[in-house]
């Protein structure tokens, strides 16, 4: 129950920062969930 809480929680945050991005642009809930799943790539310093 507890690695389910995590989950849903972290997917949440990835949708929630992802859709303020993103505010204003038109949107499927299709895209919104492959782009919060995709992995996020690290700037090089």
Not at 8 to 36: D, M, P, Q, V
Request: charged share 25%.
């Amino acid at each position: 129950m507890l690695a389910a809480v995590t989950l849903f929680a972290w997917l949440s945050i990835k949708i929630y920062r992802w859709g303020s991005l993103n505010y204003g642009n038109k949107t499927s809930l299709r895209k919104i969930f492959k782009e919060a799943l995709r992995s996020e790539k690290k700037a090089v310093a």
